[in-house]
């Protein structure tokens, strides 16, 4: 479609005729605009192919060139559009011509070459590309000088001369006289023209630059991420902050300081942004298709009658490698789903994000959960304590020549994500008070270098550290921990792990740790003794899932979990029932009045927690409504965590396996926690 593209004006004909065509609604809403909000034209260039193809393959090779001649059909497309609009009409409502706006282009072709999540190099340099990555630095919003009005002092002509971007915006002094249409003058005497103030400001645009790097839950493993400095110009300025997943649709260039005789050149590869997409929702960085919703739904339908076995076919998947440790998967799926964030009109936000804390001597897998987390979630940052200080877990103020700018530490990368953190002991004192205002407003407020402001910190922290010294049951968390009580009520749940002596334990994880994964794995017969009476539980341990009655067939694989969580996380906004309102309402009031302990754990965030854990169970569930069955397992959970609190006595969370009949496990749970919260009027018909 269109004619064939011969020179300048034969494309911006065609460009002019592509805007009345696919961008006639944006071009009248930058004509009547009366606030100023509007400064962009925006350019679809799955449409812009559709129309020509020669001209959408010059604006791809040759972006600086034919996007200007862009915002010059912009210009005239709104100055024809006016004077239809005004014609005969005595009094015209609002209607300006916009001379500044820009043309963004969006949507580029799904093609390797085109969109980027690696940094592109010197061989790019020159095209328009879409690159992906998360922010790590943000600059100074700057005025910069676009272009400088001269006066010859021999013809007394005027001119102007751009700055130049490959120069750090350097606005050269002219060697000859550039006055149109005067080639005889051969003045090399200039002066800089005087002019208003508005025009002088006309001449000068906001200016921003921040730095972005490579996503590194796209890298393979050992790559180190690399990170290019991008402009933004005019409206684009302040559009993403510290830890924002953005996506840059920009020309690649090349930037370099004045050549100094002597030293070696500096060089260095930029991206000047056309147009910028900050990714808020953590759904759009997975692959959700029609096939896995029908799948899930599906899924859920087959085993109506018993929901419990199909959540724990979905739990069993979770870091499949690691027997056992149920009460352990279960939690870490339900942090990592977590709860519904909620904000009043006052504005008050109460956070969604869950915060779990694993405690537990060395070689009970806790690290093997954060690291297999830390992949699950698109968006993740896995952290050491050892070394990490305050600025690293929150955010730094580097020097950039003359300027200060902010560099975002672990937890503000991981926003709208998961930080793991390890070894949570090993952080220093001074640097755990840091982390509190992440967890609990998540947010972080900064005052260094000048600089004041506030940045999001939307992330849920899963943590692992070791007992200090050996685990004491008879002392209380904080003691055995060495984190202080306004650190431990900020995680939702703190699961204990103790490696205590069991040799039927012992003997099955053997077994499982030793199978062959080409077969099911060690079955009752492989065991002797009084193991194989415990064994005529299990029935078999299949390698894969670590479950009783799981086969390898069962258990989802990695992408379809990551999937499922993405999608309950995007779809569900479970809402509370009355049965469930009252059972959390109730075990809270026990647990105040039982504290003995847990002085650190209940507080009024007990409730809040409880509330989180029964909506990601909810969620868990494929449904939108938290009812009674949600509520006793968030109880339940939170029982691990009690330990000499407990109303059901106390629970090893380490030596726990999946039950055999997972709906038959659940109903006498459910019967036990009634009857010890004396609410056991509330039946199954509530549910």
Not at 318 to 343: R, T
Not at 649 to 660: C, N, V
Request: hydrophobic content about 40%; overall charge negative; aromatic content about 6%.
């Amino acid at each position: 479609m269109g004619s064939q593209i011969t020179n300048d004006v034969a494309a911006l004909g065609a460009m002019q005729m592509f805007l009345e065509e696919y961008c006639a609604a944006g071009v009248e809403a930058l004509l009547f605009d009366s606030s100023g909000k509007i400064q962009s034209l925006a350019l679809d260039m799955h449409e812009l192919i559709e129309f020509n193809h020669e001209l959408a393959m010059l604006v791809l090779e040759s972006p600086t060139k034919y996007l200007a001649l862009f915002n010059k059909a912009c210009i005239a497309v709104q100055r024809a559009l006016k004077r239809t609009t005004t014609e005969g009409v005595a009094t015209p409502g609002y209607c300006a011509v916009n001379e500044e706006a820009q043309v963004r282009v969006s949507h580029m072709p799904n093609h390797p070459s085109l969109l980027r999540t690696r940094i592109p190099g010197s061989e790019d340099t020159g095209r328009l590309l879409s690159i992906s990555g998360t922010v790590i630095r943000t600059g100074l919003v700057k005025m910069m000088e676009t272009h400088r009005v001269y006066s010859c002092t021999k013809c007394r002509g005027t001119f102007s001369v751009d700055a130049e971007i490959e120069q750090y915006n350097y606005i050269p002094k002219p060697t000859r006289c550039l006055v149109p249409g005067a080639d005889y003058c051969n003045s090399t005497s200039f002066v800089a023209a005087g002019a208003e103030a508005a025009e002088e400001m006309q001449r000068c645009v906001d200016y921003q630059e921040i730095k972005i790097q490579e996503q590194v839950g796209r890298l393979a493993l050992g790559t180190i991420p690399r990170a290019i400095v991008v402009v933004l110009e005019r409206d684009l300025v302040d559009q993403a902050k510290s830890g924002d997943p953005i996506t840059v649709t920009g020309t690649v260039m090349r930037r370099w300081r004045p050549v100094v005789i002597g030293e070696r050149p500096d060089i260095s590869v930029i991206v000047r942004a056309n147009s910028v997409h900050v990714h808020s929702d953590q759904a759009t960085q997975v692959a959700i298709t029609d096939e896995l919703r029908t799948e899930f739904c599906s899924f859920w339908a087959e085993h109506a009658r018993q929901p419990m076995h199909a959540r724990d076919i979905i739990v069993a998947s979770m870091c499949p490698q690691v027997y056992g440790l149920f009460y352990v998967k279960l939690a870490v799926m339900l942090v990592l789903i977590s709860g519904v964030a909620h904000c009043d009109a006052s504005g008050l936000r109460v956070r969604g994000e869950a915060h779990m804390l694993l405690v537990g001597d060395p070689g009970t897998a806790k690290s093997q959960f954060l690291k297999y987390a830390a992949k699950l979630v698109p968006r993740s940052v896995l952290t050491t304590g050892i070394g990490s200080t305050s600025a690293g877990l929150t955010v730094t103020a580097v020097r950039d020549g003359p300027e200060w700018q902010l560099e975002a530490g672990a937890l503000v990368l991981a926003d709208r994500g998961l930080c793991c953190i390890d070894e949570f002991g090993s952080i220093r004192e001074a640097e755990k008070s840091t982390i509190l205002e992440a967890m609990e407003q998540q947010s972080i407020s900064v005052a260094k270098a000048g600089i004041v402001c506030k940045l999001n910190a939307r992330c849920t922290v899963l943590a692992a550290m070791n007992p200090k010294g050996k685990y004491d049951v008879q002392s209380s968390l904080a003691i055995n921990t060495a984190l202080s009580t306004p650190l431990l009520s900020r995680f939702d749940l703190v699961l204990v792990l103790l490696d205590s002596h069991d040799e039927q334990w012992d003997s099955r994880v053997a077994s499982f740790l030793l199978a062959d994964p080409n077969t099911d794995g060690p079955t009752k017969d492989g065991f002797s003794g009084d193991n194989a009476e415990h064994d005529k539980e299990t029935d078999h341990v299949p390698a894969a899932a670590a479950a009783a009655d799981f086969n390898d067939s069962d258990i989802w694989p990695f992408d379809k979990v990551q999937a499922y969580i993405a999608y309950v996380k995007s779809t569900f906004q479970p809402q509370s029932t009355p049965a469930s309102e009252q059972v959390l309402t109730r075990y809270y009031q026990l647990q105040r009045q039982r504290d003995t302990l847990n002085a650190a754990r209940t507080t009024i965030r007990l409730l809040e927690s409880l509330i989180r854990l029964a909506q990601a169970h909810a969620r868990l569930m494929f449904r939108d409504k938290v009812i009674l069955q949600d509520a006793i397992i968030a109880v339940v959970l939170m029982e691990t965590t009690m330990l000499s609190a407990s109303i059901l006595g106390s629970t090893d969370a380490l030596h726990t396996t999946f039950p055999e009949d997972s709906d038959l496990f659940y109903a006498e749970l459910q019967d036990l926690v009634l009857q010890r919260l004396d609410l056991a009027h509330l039946t199954d018909s509530q549910i």
